[in-house]
């Protein structure tokens, strides 16, 4: 009786297609548990790439608009200038206007008094 039992436990058992099948069962279930997780990672990947495109077209604009504000700041400065140089200039034209009559007029004394002013060479 001995024999007999370690011949039966010896002897191999022609398994072959339920081991195929099996085997193709469990291949299916490790495919499909990582192509669920290739969805899981391709998801990940393109919220984070939107994210960041996203960030990159706000940050854009920020820049565009302190560009911008930069821009007007430059403008509304030059036209502060330009109105400070027109003053200026209409003042100091004023200023030579006044001093060239001055002179004008003492030189009309002196040519009428016959005196040259005691500051004169």
């Known amino acids: ?8 436990q010896a ?9 195929e099948q099996w085997k193709e069962k469990e291949m299916g279930k490790t495919r499909l548990k990582y ?9 990940w ?9 996203k960030k990159l077209h706000r940050t854009e604009r920020g820049v565009e608009r302190t560009k911008l504000k930069a ?10 200038i330009e109105i400070i140089v027109a003053s200026a200039r209409a003042h100091a034209y004023e200023s030579r ?3 060239e009559l001055k002179v004008k007029e003492k030189a ?6 016959g005196r040259s002013p005691s500051t004169c060479l």
């Open 97 to 99: 206007v006044k001093e």
């Open 11 to 19: 002897k191999p058992i022609d398994m072959g297609p339920a081991v």
């Open 45 to 53: 990947e393109d919220k984070n790439r939107k994210k960041a495109k």
């Open 71 to 80: 821009m007007q700041r430059f403008r509304d400065k030059n036209e502060r």
């Open 108 to 113: 009309n004394l002196m040519r009428t008094t």
């Open 1 to 8: 009786m001995n024999e007999t039992r370690e011949q039966q």
């Open 35 to 43: 192509d669920k997780l290739n969805e899981k990672i391709l998801s």
